[in-house]
């Protein structure tokens, strides 16, 4: 069986989580590099036809979406593990924090540094005032747990972390939020952890 091929780009969040996990499930895979040159090509759009990033090839399944592409990683490599437990209310926690990684994460720090670094055509104003309301909700939700879904790490960690720890990259800053600073480095410590590149900080923070 052929491996595991993953297209996207090393400076994605999204991508970034589904790297994360297939590390921690010690699962061989291929990296494809898919800039935006890649990704407006009649082949690429094969493959994902919005010409989105991630892409996860696993034999004849073809998966866009990073949350549903650790959904499956979970269930098919890890089924019944804590990444993504069997039990009714853990799972249902799983996806509350799955929620808003695709919610408030995206359109807040995700967006900011999506405007910050790259010129995207998003709204930074809008973007900071989703940072500003999320993060204490997260702050203070972490200051009780050690990790956002279980007792132990699960996807929703790795969903919610790689956006959050580059909040600095869009300018907002993290020094606010000192549970949310242990959770990010409580994540860097475990088995299969690989950072991403760092991008210059911009001048003014919020």
Same mark, same amino acid.
């Not at 926690?93 to 408030?104: D, I, N, P, T």
């Not at 998003?122 to 939700?141: C, D, G, K, M, S």
């Given at each position: 069986?052929?491996?595991?091929?993953?297209?996207?780009?090393?400076?994605?969040?999204?991508?970034?989580?589904?790297?994360?996990?297939?590390?921690?499930?010690?699962?061989?895979?291929?990296?494809?590099?898919?800039?935006?040159?890649?990704?407006?090509?009649?082949?690429?759009?094969?493959?994902?036809?919005?010409?989105?990033?991630?892409?996860?090839?696993?034999?004849?399944?073809?998966?866009?979406?990073?949350?549903?592409?650790?959904?499956?990683?979970?269930?098919?490599?890890?089924?019944?593990?804590?990444?993504?437990?069997?039990?009714?209310?853990?799972?249902?926690?799983?996806?509350?924090?799955?929620? $808003? #990684?695709?919610?408030?994460?995206?359109?807040? %720090? *995700?967006? +900011? @540094?999506?405007?910050?670094?790259? $010129? #995207?055509?998003?709204?930074?104003?809008?973007? %900071? *005032?989703? +940072? @500003?309301?999320?993060?204490?909700?997260?702050?203070?939700?972490?200051?009780?747990?050690?990790?956002?879904?279980?007792?132990?790490?699960?996807?929703?960690?790795?969903?919610?972390?790689?956006?959050?720890?580059?909040?600095?990259?869009?300018?907002?800053?993290?020094?606010?939020?000192?549970?949310?600073?242990?959770?990010?480095?409580?994540?860097?410590?475990?088995?299969?952890?690989?950072?991403?590149?760092?991008?210059?900080?911009?001048?003014?923070?919020?």
């Amino acid at each position: 069986m052929p491996p595991i091929q993953l297209y996207g780009t090393p400076l994605s969040g999204h991508c970034h989580r589904v790297v994360l996990l297939l590390n921690m499930l010690n699962l061989s895979f291929e990296a494809k590099e898919a800039p935006a040159s890649v990704r407006q090509t009649a082949a690429f759009q094969q493959l994902s036809p919005m010409a989105q990033i991630p892409v996860l090839v696993d034999g004849d399944l073809v998966l866009t979406d990073s949350n549903a592409i650790l959904v499956y990683l979970a269930k098919r490599y890890a089924p019944g593990s804590h990444w993504l437990p069997d039990d009714a209310m853990q799972a249902a926690q799983v996806q509350q924090w799955l929620s $808003k #990684a695709a919610g408030e994460i995206r359109y807040g %720090v *995700a967006s +900011a @540094r999506m405007v910050a670094q790259f $010129k #995207a055509p998003e709204n930074y104003e809008t973007a %900071v *005032a989703i +940072a @500003r309301r999320f993060l204490p909700h997260l702050e203070q939700h972490l200051s009780q747990h050690d990790f956002l879904a279980t007792g132990r790490v699960t996807i929703a960690d790795l969903a919610c972390s790689s956006y959050v720890r580059t909040a600095p990259e869009g300018g907002i800053s993290l020094e606010p939020y000192p549970a949310i600073r242990e959770w990010l480095a409580r994540i860097a410590t475990l088995p299969g952890y690989q950072p991403q590149p760092e991008l210059p900080l911009p001048a003014a923070t919020q």
